[in-house]
C-alpha cells in the first residue's frame, strides 16, 4: 500500500497498473523484435499492438486460482487479444519480463530521485551563502570547540548530497539492465538478438551473464544508495533536532501558523518533522540489509527475494522520495537565531581560545607539555569559576613572562577562526 504522504509522480510509479503497464511494454517490444526477425507475421503483431491490454481485476482472479501472477497477467491478456496471443511470450520465462520491467521501473525511480537531490542542493546553495558569514559554536562530542559558521554545516550538507547524487546516478546505470535470455539464461528458446533489440527499443543494457534473473547485486546497490540517501537526510535531522534544543535553541524547523507541539503542554515546538526523518532512515537501511541477503540464491534462480523485493523497493524509492521533498522543505522554513548562537558562543568564557593560547606559548619557546600544563589549568579553573579565561591568564605569572596584553586580545579575535570560510566554499561551490 502506497503510504498517503507519497508524492504523484513517485506514487503512481509503484501502482500496480504501471507495472502491469511495465510488463506489457516488455512484452509487445519482444513481439516486435521477433517480427523483425520473420518469426511473427506482421498482421499479427498489428492486432497483439491493437488490442492487447489487461484487467487488474481479471488478473486478481485468475491468480486465485492459478497461483502465478505473470501467467494470470498473460492470460488477461490474451483474453483481449484472442488467437494471435499465443505469440505473446514467445521462448521467455516470468523473470525476463519481470526483471526488465523492474529495471524500467527502478530507473524511473531514479530520475524522481536524482531531480529531487538537484533540487534540495540549490536549496543548501542558498542557505550556505545566506549564513556564510555567521559565527556559531562548532562542537565535538556535543562539547564546545572553536568556532565555525551556519553556512559551513549547509555547505557540508551540500558536498554530502553532491556525492549522493554521484552515487544515484550510478545506481540508475547499474540496474539500467535487461534480461530475455529464456529459463536459465542460454538463449535456447529465444535468439540473442532479440535481447539485443529490446534492451536497444527500452533503454537498457543486456545482462551480460544472466542466470534465470537479472543478478541481485544489482538491486543491492540501488537499495544501499537510498539507504546512503537516507542516512545523509537523517544526519541533517540529527544536527536540527541538537539545535532545536531548548538549552541551545540556534535554529527550530518550521512551526507554522495554528500548528500544536503537545496535546498536555502548550508551549511546545518539537521538531517532528526531523523525528520522522530519523525513523524513516532506519527503514531504509533495514531495507537495504534486506537486499543484500537477497544476493545469495540457489543455483540459477530460487523465489526467495521475490516476496521481499515487492515490499523494499518500491517502499524504498517512495520514502527516500518523501525524505528528501520533507527535508527541502525544513531547511527552507529554517528558522535561524544568529543572536542565540552569539550568546551560546559566549557561554564557555572564551575557552574556545585554549588551542590558540596553547600554539602562542609554544612559539615563545615553551615546550609543548608545559604549556598545554598551564592553558589547562586555567580553562578548568574558567569552566569551574564562570571567570572569563582571558582575565585568568592575563592574571597568571606563567603566561604574562610570555604573552602581552596586545597579543593576548589578538588571540582572542573571532575573527580569527572564520578567515578561510572563502577558501572553503571556493572549493565546495567553485569561485
Known sequence: MIPRYTRPEMGRLWDIETKYQKWLDVEIAVCEAWAEL?????EALQVIKKKARFDIHKIDEI?????????AFLTSVAQNVGHESRFIHKG?????ILDTALALLMRDASDIIIEDIKKLMDVLKRQAYQYKKIPMM?????IHAEPITLGLKFALWHEDMKRNLQRIKKAKDTISIGKLSGAVGTFSNIPSAIEEKVCKKLGLRPEPVATQIVQRDRHAEYLTTLALIA????????EIRHLQRSEVLEVEEPFMRGQKGSSAMPHKRNPVGCENLSGLARLVRSNAMAALENIALWHERDISHSSVERVIIPDSSILVDYMLDRVNGILEGLQVYPKRMKDNIDRSYGLYNSQRVLLALINKGISREDAYDIVQKNAMKSWRTGI???KLLLKDK???KYLTVKEMGEIFDLAYYLKNIDYIFNRVFGK
Open 38 to 42: 520473420g518469426e511473427i507475421p506482421k
Open 63 to 71: 491468480e486465485k486460482v492459478v497461483k502465478h501472477d505473470v501467467i
Open 231 to 238: 542516512a545523509s537526510i537523517e544526519k541533517i535531522a540529527v
Open 138 to 142: 562548532g562542537r565535538s562530542h556535543g
Open 92 to 96: 521467455l520465462t516470468s523473470s525476463d
Open 388 to 390: 572569563e579565561f582571558k
Open 398 to 400: 606563567e603566561v604574562k
